[in-house]
C-alpha cells in the first residue's frame, strides 16, 4: 500500500503541527467531508503500521496527533513536497452547483456569481450554460438570459422539484463532494456557512423526522434524514416564494391513505409554514420513496404490500430459475426485499432520485449477479410501467448477492461482531455476507444504524463501521461497504493484529528488502519500500478472488455432443450428464436427482422455447463445476405443453450458488439471441458451437 497525494498531505499536516490538530480543522484546510477525512486516517493508520510506525491517536476533546516515535522516523516530506495538494471541482461538481444556483438562488443567478461559485471562466460557464439549457429542456423547463437581472428558469414547479431532488440524490452520492454540499446548503439556509455548521432550524427537522419515524414504525437510514432534512428546508423556501407544487387530485386521495401522510401531517403541523395540502402530499412522497434501515411490515395494510409482495414472489422465482440455485431462506429473502422493492415503486412511481455512491462499485464488483438482477427487475417495471435505473437495480444486486453468498458453514464461533451501515437493509446484508465468508469463526450479531450504535449499548469482540466511530472499550475496523481485494487483505492484517498472539512473520516485503540488503547497497531504503509495496500490492494480492470459469472453459469438445434423437426427456438428460460422469465431475446420483426433480417439481428446466438446463442441488452427487450441452435434431417433451419442448439440453452442476453464475451468464448471453439458437440447433459439428460460445465469451 502506498498512500496517495492527497491522504499524503493530510499526514503531513498533522506530523508538522506542534498540537492535536481538531477533526473540522482538517475538514476546512481539505475541503472534505468529515467521513472521507476519517476513512483516509484509517488508510493513513494502516499505511503507518506496515511501515512499522505508530498509528495517528486521538486526545480527547483536542485532536488527532502523531506519536512523538513516529514523528522522528517520518520522512515522508524529504522525498517529495505535498503542501501543494488542494482541492479542485470537477467538471460535475461546477455543473451541479450552477444548476443549483438556478434553481435555488433566482434573484442572484448570474454570469458573475456562477464564476465566483466555480472558479471557471466566463467562456467556459458559457459552454456548460449551453449544456444545461438542454438538460433543462429535456425535463420541460425553459433556461433563458433576462438582461439587467440574470437567468431566470421558466417551467412547471414538479419539474424544477424533480430537478432538485436529483441534484440532492446527486451530492449525497458523492460523499467527497463537501464543498458542493457546503454551497447547496447555503442557498437553502444562507445563514449557514458550512454543511458542519448545523442551523437551530435544520436541527428541529431531523428531530421532527425522528418523531415520523416512530409514527411509521421504521428507521430510515442516516444519509436519508439528512436528504429529507435538506428536502424540507427546501420546500419551506419554495413555499415562501410562494413556488406551489400541484399534485393530481386522484394521486392526492390515494396518498392520504398512506401511513406516510399522517407522518407528513406531524412533520409540517410542527414547522411554523403553513403548508398547503399539495406539498404535505409531496413530503408524502419523498417518506415513501426513502430507504430505510429497517421496516415494521405488521403496520401496512395488506392493499398496500399484496401487488409488491407478488412482484417479489415473481422475481425470486424467475431469478432462482436464471441463476440455477435455490434460495434455502425464501421467506427472509422475501421480506428483505419487499423492505427496498417498497420504496423503490413509490421512487419510480413519482420520479424521485437516490442517491447511491456504490452503484459502479457494485457493478464491477459483482456483475454476473448485477445481469441477473437486471432480468428479474422486468416484473417491477410491468407493475409501475417505468424502467428501472442501473442504480435502482444495483441496490437490489445486494440483496441477491447478500442471499446468494451465505454459505452453510459449521464454524465454531471465534469473534462476536457488529456492522454499523449507514447504507440500508442490502449493503448491510452484503457486507455480513462478505466478512463472514471472509473471516473464519466470525459470527455477526445484528448490523445497526449509526443511530442505533450510539443510543445503545452491545457487546461484542470487533465492530466493523462504513463510518468514522471513535474506539472505546471494543476495537473497531473502518470498512467500505463493498469489499475490494486490497480492503480485504487490510481487514485480514488488522484482524492478525487485534487477536493473533503469535508474533507477525515478515511480509514479503521485508523479506525482499532483507535479500537486496545481502547483494547491495541502498542509498534510499525508504524509498524502494514504498516502490517494492507498491509493486507487490499490484501483482500478488494474499486474498485471492472466487475464481468464476467462463463458459468456453467448461463447454469444450469433452462436453459438446450432437444426436439425433432419443427416446424421451429422462433419456436426455441422461446422455447429456455422461460427458460429465465420464469426467467424474457427478456421480450417477446427481442424474437421477435432476430426473426426480422434474418429476416433482415439473417442466420448470425449460427456461425458454428449445432450451432446457437440468441441474439439482450441488450435494446431491456434485464433484466439481461442470456443464455439458447436447444437441437434439427431434425435440423431447418434458411435458404434453408445446412451449415444453427442447432441442438443446445444457446440463449444469453447481459446487455452490456463485462459482457458475460468470459462465451461466454468457451463457444466458447467447441463447437470449434468437439467431444463435437456430444456429446451435442446425450446427452438423461441435467446432460450430464452439465458435458461437467463443463469439460470445469475447464480446
Known sequence: MVLDKRRAHLLSIIQHSPDPVPTKELVARMNLSQRTIYYDLDQINS???????????????????????????????????????????SKEEREVLIKASILLEEQDASMQRFMDLTSMSRGTIAKVIKDIKKEFREAGLQLYYKKGSGYRLKGPEEAKRTMLSTILATIFSHHDWQNVRNEVHKMIQPEADTWSQETEQRRLVREILYEAEKELGLTLTDEMVEILSLQILMIMKRIELQKYISVPDEEKEVLRQTEAYRAALHITNKLDVAFPDDEVCFITMNLLGSKVQQDNFNRYTEQELSGLKEVVQRMIHDFQLYSCVVFDDKQGLEENLISHIKPTFYRLKYGLSIANDLADSIQTTYPDIFHLTKRVMRHLELYVGKAVPDEEAAYITLHFGGWLTKEKKKVETKFKALIVCENGIGTSNMLRTQLENLIAGLNVITTLSMRDYRTNEYEADIIFSTNYIKEKDIPVIHVPAILTNSEKERVMQRMNELFDSKPSEKNR?????????????????????????????????????????????????????????????????????QPLVDQQAIRPDYVEAMITNVKELGPYIVIAPNIAIPHARPETGVEQLGMSFLRLEEPVYFSEKEKHRAQLIIVLAAIDNQTHLKALSQLTELLSNEGNVEKLIVANDQETVIELINQTVEV
Open 509 to 577: 516485503t521485508e523479506l525482499l528488502m532483507d535479500v537486496i540488503k545481502r547483494h547491495a547497497t541502498i542509498h534510499e531504503e525508504a524509498a524502494l519500500k514504498r516502490e517494492l509495496v507498491q509493486l507487490l500490492e499490484q501483482t500478488t494480492p494474499t486474498i485471492k478472488e472466487l475464481r468464476k470459469p467462463m463458459l468456453n472453459e467448461l463447454l469444450t469438445e469433452q462436453t459438446i455432443q450432437l444426436k439425433d434423437r432419443v427416446t424421451d426427456w429422462e433419456e436426455a438428460i441422461k446422455v447429456a450428464s
Open 47 to 89: 499505511w503507518l503500521r506496515t511501515e512499522g510506525l505508530e498509528p495517528i491517536e486521538s486526545q480527547h476533546g483536542k485532536g488527532l496527533f502523531l506519536p512523538p516515535d513516529s514523528k522522528s522516523k517520518l520522512m515522508i516530506s524529504k522525498d517529495q513536497s505535498f503542501e501543494d495538494w488542494q482541492y479542485q471541482l
